[in-house]
């Protein structure tokens, strides 16, 4: 790790959307960091805000949400950041891959317009932006890219859909890419080389990235640290071969159980039992209680805050010690 | 693509056919018949009985209608019993004026209705996008030809800006244009702001806000083509509406076109006139309607070019 400090740093990060009554919280409270050129995984069942975290990083919340607490990229608030400040970060230090390039990609346009649009709209010469386009589309491992560039997003595979959407994420030269569910659409053995793809061009670049996912190995194979969300609060979070290796939260250790080992004997894997609480309507206490083995009086009660287990984790567990590996 | 064409052709044959008979079948139910209105109250039984036996009108109906159907194959749509010259060429005579002011027209309610759905769309539920709802209802809702006479008593009887009928100048085709256009203009408006709101919606816009643009340029940049294939095909279907729309608009404002042509005609149970009139009315109708098929596949490049992953 890097003397520096991270480049993105949330605390006390919340989100409300409006519920029934009341705004409710489905960010509640969440800390996490991205190291500078490290990749951090948010990983969580679906509704459990990963994606609305990622959100309100890049600042595309929907309207509706209010967001409160510190988020810092480098050493300037974002939070606080007039909204043409957010836009220019937006691209340029901050880029967005998304899970379902199909949609994500405008049908109407062809794919080397849209990647080197933000190039065009900051005042590159067209005979620059095309050579650039041809450089990205290279890069993201598109074969011909100066005659791919010309094509439609629906003459492409979804492999190559997804390779051209990480070029676009790129155009700008992010500080930083949020990459949310990236390889979920796409068969399996085109995921794999995605997720190589993305880990070798994160490196190679020294860019940070935000990794939003529900897949525990993509996130072993990928993510240097690891952020385990439940119902929009963090379960723990820490180097992701130390929380994997030995977790400090009943909720990680129930989804590493959770996942079939694939080369044993085919022994049913630990379903989690029960169903992902709500974040708009959260059990009281702390919100896995419902579904946790340790769970006592105290957990329907008190709120467990974020400890700091060992240096670089933190669990927020009342009896993280009693959790076995 | 040719497949279409060609399934589409033949249905509008169809069509054509359903349109030539409805109109034949309707002339021969209303009262009074040619030979009577022609010759004038004067006529003896015997002068109109003659000039009944003349123009085939003696026979039965549907033995009439055989010979018409006949004729029309052969591109014969008979002679007009009140100019003594072929129903088309009259009807081709007044064409013309009714396309200018149909042409006319649809640009109009093309560029407004797409500004003013626009606007509305920008921000769904704004104070822009109630302002344009409240306008096209009210659009929608007055009857053109009391807008009509609405102008000519505002423009013309009191403040003699525009002449209040017939044709020339550009400026006589101001009014008529802009009536015709106003119920047009508020559908395009609508489905403009529907089709923009979808579009809105769509991931490709979260992808193009995440690049730094604006919502201006978004909308401009992103949403307004994938906006459009709805809008196209609305106006290419309201165009054909809009010929009836001229009927009445160019009564009021005596505008020489097929409209009015077709109100004397009636009158005067001009048959072969009436008839050639609405089926050129309905050719046009049909070809604009295949027109705006057509029109996704040049606005929608997955139909273009085909799904050839």
């Known amino acids: 790790m890097t003397a520096a400090g991270p480049l993105i740093e949330a605390r006390d990060l919340s989100v409300h959307l409006p519920g029934a009554e009341t705004m409710t919280p489905v960010i509640d409270k969440v800390d996490f960091t991205v190291g500078e050129g490290r990749t951090t995984g948010l990983i969580g069942e679906s509704g459990s805000g990963k994606t609305m975290i990622a959100s309100a990083v890049i600042g595309l919340l929907p309207e509706a949400a209010t967001v409160s607490g510190e988020l810092r990229l480098r050493d300037e608030e974002l939070l606080t950041a007039g909204e043409k400040r957010r836009r220019n970060l937006r691209g340029h230090e901050i880029a967005m891959i998304f899970q379902d390039p199909l949609s994500a990609l405008n049908p109407a346009q062809r794919i080397g317009r849209q990647v080197g649009e933000i190039l065009r709209r900051d005042g590159l010469p067209r005979g620059e932006v095309d050579r650039a386009v041809v450089g990205l589309l290279d890069q993201a491992g598109i074969p011909d890219p100066e005659r791919r560039m010309r094509a439609y997003p629906h003459q492409f595979s979804g492999g190559m859909r997804q390779r051209a959407m990480i070029a676009l994420a790129l155009a700008g030269s992010p500080s930083l890419v949020l990459a949310d569910e990236p390889t979920t659409a796409l068969d399996v053995t085109v995921q794999a080389r995605i997720l190589r793809l993305l880990a070798s061009i994160q490196a190679a670049r020294g860019m940070s990235m935000l990794l939003v996912s529900h897949d525990l190995r993509v996130m072993s194979h990928v993510s240097h640290d690891l952020v385990v969300l439940y119902a929009g609060r963090v379960c723990e979070r820490g180097p992701t071969k130390r929380v994997l290796g030995r977790p400090r939260h009943p909720y990680t250790k129930a989804l590493l159980a959770s996942v079939p080992a694939v080369r044993e004997a085919s022994v049913p894997a630990d379903p989690l039992p029960g169903a992902p609480a709500n974040p708009m309507a959260r059990p009281s206490g702390c919100a896995f209680h419902p579904r946790c083995p340790l769970a006592r009086e105290r957990c329907k009660v008190e709120v467990p805050l974020a400890r700091e287990i060992e240096p670089g984790r933190f669990s927020a567990c009342h009896f993280a010690e009693e959790v076995t590996p | ?309």
């Not at chain 2, 500004?115 to 539920?125: D, E, H, I, Q, S």
């Not at chain 2, 256009?181 to 529907?194: D, G, H, K, N, Y």
């Open chain 2, 1 to 309: 693509m040719t497949g279409l064409v060609i399934r589409r052709l033949a249905v509008g044959m169809f069509v054509l056919w359903g349109a030539v008979t409805l109109m034949f079948a309707l002339l021969r139910m209303a009262p009074g018949d040619p030979a009577t209105l022609m010759l004038g109250p004067d006529a003896t039984s015997a002068e109109v009985d003659a000039l009944r036996t003349e123009l085939g009108l003696d026979r039965g109906v549907f033995a009439q209608y055989l010979t018409y159907l006949g004729q029309i194959a052969r591109l014969d749509f008979g002679d007009s019993y009140r100019f003594n010259l072929p129903a088309m060429d009259v009807v081709l005579d007044r064409l013309q004026a009714t396309v200018e002011l149909t042409v006319t027209a649809t640009v109009i309610a093309a560029v407004a209705g797409l500004t003013l759905g626009m606007l509305a769309g920008y921000r769904p539920n704004g104070r822009l996008d109630r302002t344009v709802s409240g306008l096209t209802i009210l659009l929608q809702g007055m009857p053109t030809f009391w807008v009509g006479i609405m102008l000519v008593l505002l423009f013309s009887a009191t403040l003699h800006l525009l002449p209040s009928s017939s044709v020339g100048t550009p400026q006589h085709m101001i009014m008529p244009a802009v009536t015709l256009s106003l119920p047009f203009t508020a559908i395009v408006a609508r489905i403009a702001r529907t089709s923009v709101v979808d579009s809105m919606q769509e991931p490709y816009v979260q992808t193009a806000y995440s690049k730094g643009l604006s919502r201006f340029q978004v909308l401009t940049g992103h949403v307004l083509r994938n906006s459009l294939t709805p809008v196209v095909t609305i106006i290419g279907l309201q165009m054909g509406a809009l010929l009836g729309g001229a009927v009445i608009v160019e009564n009021v404002f005596a505008w020489p076109g097929l409209g009015s042509l077709i109100v004397e005609s009636v009158a005067n149970r001009d048959y072969s006139v009436v008839q050639a009139a609405v089926l050129l009315i309905a050719a046009v109708v049909v070809v604009l309607n295949l027109l705006a098929d057509l029109s996704y596949s040049l606005l929608d490049p997955r139909i273009r070019t085909g799904g050839n992953r």
